[in-house]
């Protein structure tokens, strides 16, 4: 009880800081950027806080909460209905940014709430939170993971400077988030394996190689989609900028028909660097590039690291995470087989499929043409149920894919496993938070991050990316049986 209290007057003296000043004492004049690590109460704190002090001082003020996805948005009324007063509803609302996007409405409020304002980097989401696109005269912006990889807070920094940031290390000094031990599971490829990626390898390196030494991936890109052109800044198709390569590597340009003029060395020349040919070249690049990630995403090997993983801690509840759809159903197919209904798998190409009770029979349809027959559930509503079951401890392990990796919340999650990944360090933190929640009957409950990598292959380079800005301690293990809850059980391991 007292850990409340405790985290309440931090996050009193958060919001008193967007009132007043920002981090170096600076006037905020109401306009900020509130930085909490995940699981620090965020959203109570802006409606606690925020916006119900507000509304109960300015009973004709407005306040609008904007966001960047629906189940944000439902999250949002939820909450509000339980912090807000019954007469207060009609002075806030919940919107998803793709809701003024596509009716074209510029709207007008004395309050916005930016939820997740990472995700308003671009610069059309952004145009609803410097001013353009919403009128407003105060605004509070909340995070977990302010810094972008491009550096695209910057633009923030102008109009909602960040006013306060409680860290992972306050967090965890004071209870807030749950202890936890962070590990990186190295996993071995089988033969058939190992020769199958250093083909990948080979075929993706004999077609980059075409390119600059210097980001030819980025040349590959040019040539296919266009860009801006680094001399003039100008934009450019993906043919213009293909024949600007073939002509820097010697392609000479003669009439149709008079090729016969050239030199058999020059033709020889002109029949590799052809503009069509650097073409296909750039094509292989990014073909040879989503194989391997594909291969690396979805190789047997780690298939069944995962699912042992799960098996070990079979009495533990557990998230999967994951950067391939096929992978995320693979490990859900897996874990069912050993035990039905045992997993749930969300992602956003779940294939509609009938569903049974919970006494085992089938959801039938009860009247039409279909009367009597399996009833087939699409994919929105397979998602909710999916959620549903896991959150309501039916289901013991959740297989997700690129999704759920922020603003889904439930407290008994022990174990987060790390499958596959981007380079995006922020996408590690988010996946990261999701075990980190305390669990009220267990507030002492240690956590368990495992981070499932290939040796010896990109996999491990993209982790390093991607765990950059950790500051915590992690442990290399070459084994599922060194995988343990005790913090302090690893002292003859490499740790960074």
């Excluded at 003020?61 to 960047?68: D, E, G, I």
């Excluded at 407003?136 to 633009?155: E, N, S, V």
């Excluded at 080979?202 to 991936?217: I, V, W």
Aim: net charge positive.
């Amino acid at each position: 009880m007292q850990i409340d209290v405790v985290k309440q007057k931090r996050q009193q003296k958060g919001i008193k800081n967007w009132r007043f000043s920002d981090e170096h004492g600076s006037p905020s004049k109401g306009c900020g950027t509130i930085w909490w690590v995940t699981a620090m109460g965020k959203t109570f704190a802006a409606l606690n806080e925020c916006a119900k002090p507000f509304l109960d001082k300015h009973p004709t003020k407005t306040v609008l909460v904007l966001v960047h996805r629906e189940k944000l948005e439902k999250q949002w009324i939820h909450r509000i209905t339980k912090f807000l007063s019954a007469d207060q509803f009609t002075q806030i609302t919940v919107r998803t940014v793709q809701y003024y996007i596509k009716n074209k409405i510029v709207p007008k409020c004395d309050l916005l709430i930016v939820d997740e304002v990472h995700k308003f980097y671009e610069d059309t989401f952004f145009s609803y939170v410097n001013g353009t696109n919403i009128k407003r005269k105060f605004l509070l912006c909340l995070t977990a993971t302010y810094l972008d990889p491009q550096g695209r807070h910057t633009k923030l920094e102008k109009i909602a400077p960040v006013v306060d940031h409680i860290n992972e290390a306050e967090a965890l000094e004071n209870g807030w988030i749950s202890k936890y031990v962070e590990y990186n599971l190295s996993v071995e490829l089988t033969n058939d394996e190992r020769i199958r990626y250093k083909e990948l390898c080979e075929f993706l390196d004999k077609n980059l190689s075409k390119f600059p030494k210097q980001n030819g991936f980025g040349a590959a890109q040019k040539c296919i989609q266009g860009g801006l052109s680094s001399k003039d800044g100008r934009p450019y198709t993906g043919f213009h900028f293909a024949k600007a390569w073939a002509t820097h590597n010697g392609y000479k340009w003669v009439q149709k028909g008079m090729e016969y003029t050239l030199t058999p060395e020059q033709q020889e020349i002109n029949a590799q660097w052809n503009p069509y040919v650097v073409i296909g070249y750039a094509k292989n690049v990014m073909n040879g590039i989503r194989a391997r990630k594909d291969f690396l995403y979805t190789c047997k090997s780690k298939v069944d690291t995962v699912v042992n993983v799960i098996n070990k801690f079979e009495e533990y509840k557990i998230m999967s995470f994951s950067e391939s759809t096929e992978f995320a159903d693979t490990i859900f197919k897996a874990i069912n087989k050993q035990k039905e209904e045992s997993c749930v798998v969300y992602h956003s190409q779940l294939s509609s499929r009938p569903l049974k009770d919970e006494n085992g029979h089938w959801y039938l349809y009860k009247s039409g043409q279909k009367k009597g027959q399996k009833k087939i559930f699409g994919i929105t509503s397979l998602k909710k149920i999916y959620t549903q079951a896991f959150v309501n401890n039916d289901a013991r392990v959740l297989s997700t894919a690129r999704a759920l990796d922020e603003g889904f919340d439930c407290e008994d999650i022990r174990i987060g496993i790390i499958s596959s990944r981007s380079q995006n360090f922020n996408q590690q933190t988010q996946r990261k938070g999701r075990p980190l929640r305390v669990i009220p009957e267990k507030p002492n409950a240690i956590m368990l991050i495992i981070n499932v990598y290939i040796e010896m292959s990109r996999d491990y380079d993209t982790l390093m990316y991607a765990q950059k800005k950790s500051t915590n301690k992690i442990h290399w293990v070459d084994s599922i049986d060194k995988i343990v809850f005790e913090p302090n059980a690893h002292e003859s391991f490499d740790d960074i």
